[in-house]
């Protein structure tokens, strides 16, 4: 569906912009942390969107439960190698939304409808302690709109994602234990020339609002040139610590 492809360019971006991105990363570490202090017991720990692990604490998460799941739809060998120092440390390939396998099927047979997300996994797990949905949240819709865009139109398309987003804000609610978000919101195109006025913006979150966030930081997610010579976008992120008391 072009998940692969995806997580290979964030890699290659990440090399590239490695200084700039070096305070979003050590921002989403220190809160992972910070929220990971509030779980009731310290059994299981889930990390959704861990996939490259460029914003995971997975020592310090090792040593704080007996076991780390680490999921997301995409592990690349070199994560997974560094998933294997630790021995408590599980690799989990999962779809957060629920949906992705449904949405294959509706691509080649575009009479159905449009699936909607209704994630299960874990729900039932009485062991779950911590659930921390990592800079994620945003791109559940993504990847599924693009592979899409031949067979939806484009409010068909805005709709799903913004069922998506809202269908795993729910899901951080009816998950057991103690839950966390880390999320991208908002992305703003600052032109180079410093005197320049902010030139667009876009709601990553497809209109679904977040209550007020309780850390919230610039993340420089594609200086100049990554997306354009002329211009540095840069995405506002939100935190909460407590998922469910934000948003209650
Ligand atoms: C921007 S990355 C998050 C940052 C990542 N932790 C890193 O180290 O760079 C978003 C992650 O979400 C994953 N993802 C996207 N859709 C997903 C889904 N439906 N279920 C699980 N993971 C998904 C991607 O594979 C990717 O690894």
Known sequence: MGFLTSSIQVRA??????????????????????????????????????????????????????????????????????ALRFPNVKILSCDATGAIQALAVVARRPGLPTPESRPVAFVDDPTLDFTVSVNLLSQLGWVPGVFLSKCRSPSQIEALKSQFVAAHL??????????????????????????????ERWDVLSGVCLPEPEHAWDWNIAPAPERSPLAHYVARVFAYTDWKSAAF
Request: one cysteine or more; aromatic letters at 8%.
């Open 170 to 199: 729910d899901y951080l609610k009816r998950l057991p234990g103690h839950t966390a978000l880390i999320t991208d919101t908002l992305w703003t195109e600052h032109p180079v020339a410093a005197s320049a006025s902010p030139l």
């Open 13 to 82: 971006r990440y090399k590239r912009c490695r200084f700039e991105w070096m305070e979003h990363l050590e921002q989403t570490r220190a809160i992972i942390l910070k929220a990971a202090q509030l779980a009731p017991r310290r059994r299981k720990a889930l990390v959704f969107g861990a996939g490259l692990l460029h914003d995971i604490p997975l020592r310090q998460l090792s040593e704080m439960f007996e076991q780390v799941v680490l999921a997301d739809l995409v592990h690349t060998w070199p994560c997974r190698l560094e």
